[in-house]
């Protein structure tokens, strides 16, 4: 992952500004290659410093879009020193003692003595914003999940490869693909069931992400959970088709009107007049939408969902933006005037 100067960290950034977060000072940490560069933020030029000169500025927050790897290096203590660290990457994400928080279901596992806080895999946090009240209200025994997701979840790397095959009218060579593309094969005009790294389990990551994240989000390890990632050649937005079974009995409509209820969650479900979500649609906004809600007649439970949202917004500058306002709304990290020092941080990690 990139920082402040990448595609989650600029799209961070201008949350930040969107949503009138409180900043006492503004910190921009880099690796020491893009030590002095400069970036604006609210017509304030801010010049980026040294990882080791943020963490002796001792702030209440740090936002974490970095890598796995300096996660890891610098994370820990920046959590030892009594700073909240919000982390954009894997790296934490399953540890026991670290909060997987989407802050519409389970911000209260945020206590002042969890300061490494993970932010889940876009496509895990889109899809339990819309499985979290059927979860409470009926119990969900069994998922499967199919993703369909953009190129920009590969970060620009992605988003260039698919917009340069375009151009190229997709005459790449085998070569130059395995050199500087993000995908092993085309992803123009192709769909690819390869999203992630292959396990030895045959599945990718991001298919585990979505079974071992959801578990956890959800507190219910008897979930049972199967998944197929994909890569389509949209440039933003990630689109789920989600099969569930519940334990209990429920009625379709009463599940679109607690759909509709749930904060965050826009119900986009009228067949006959072509409304469903859609990635186009869903681009640059925060909500998650839902349609395509119907029963599924092939067993006793079961309803089928179609779920989309901005992956670089909700999926996790948005998310990560909203972790931040509950801490400094809550008050986590001591006496506060409401406001506090952040550091984004642009460490370029694994």
Not at 168 to 184: D, E, I, V, W
Not at 233 to 243: D, K, M, R, Y
Not at 247 to 253: A, E, Q
């Amino acid at each position: 992952m990139v920082g402040a100067t990448g595609l989650v960290g600029s799209k961070m950034l201008q949350v930040l500004d969107e949503q009138q977060v409180r900043i006492d000072e503004l910190i921009v940490a880099a690796s020491e290659r893009s030590v002095g560069k400069e970036i604006v933020f609210q017509d304030k030029t801010y010049k980026v410093v040294s990882v080791d000169e943020a963490i002796n500025q001792r702030p209440d927050i740090a936002i974490f879009s970095a890598g796995g790897a300096a996660s890891k290096q610098y994370a820990p203590r920046f959590a030892e020193q009594g700073t909240f660290v919000i982390d954009n990457s894997s790296a934490w994400r399953m540890e026991k003692d670290v909060p997987l928080v989407v802050p519409e279901i389970n911000a209260d596992t945020i206590t002042k003595d969890t300061k490494i806080i993970a932010n889940p895999n876009c496509s895990t946090i889109q899809m339990v914003m819309a499985l979290a009240p059927i979860h409470k209200a009926f119990g969900i025994k069994r998922l499967v999940i199919s993703t369909y997701q953009s190129v920009s979840g590969s970060g620009l790397k992605g988003i260039n490869q698919l917009n340069n095959e375009e151009t190229k009218n997709s005459q790449l060579s085998t070569l130059n693909s395995q050199l500087t593309n993000a995908y092993p094969h085309q992803i123009y005009r192709n769909v690819l069931p390869h999203a992630g790294d292959f396990c030895e389990n045959d599945y990718t990551t991001e298919e585990e992400k979505l079974v071992n994240e959801t578990r956890k989000i959800l507190q219910d390890n008897n979930i049972a959970i199967t998944a197929t990632a994909c890569r389509v050649p949209v440039t933003g937005g990630h689109s789920e088709a989600v099969n569930v079974e519940t334990l209990k009995p429920f009625d379709i409509d009463e599940v679109r009107k607690m759909l509709a209820a749930m904060p965050g969650v826009v119900v986009q479900d009228d067949p006959a007049n072509n409304l469903y979500p859609m990635a186009i649609t869903s681009f640059d906004k925060d909500e998650v939408f839902v349609g395509r809600i119907r029963r599924d007649f092939s067993v006793e439970n079961g309803m089928n969902l179609w779920i989309v949202s901005d992956n670089i917004r909700k999926g996790a500058a948005t998310n990560a933006v909203q972790i931040a306002k509950y801490l400094i709304n809550t008050q986590k990290f001591g006496p506060s005037t409401g406001s506090g020092s952040l550091v984004c941080s642009e460490v370029k990690g694994a």
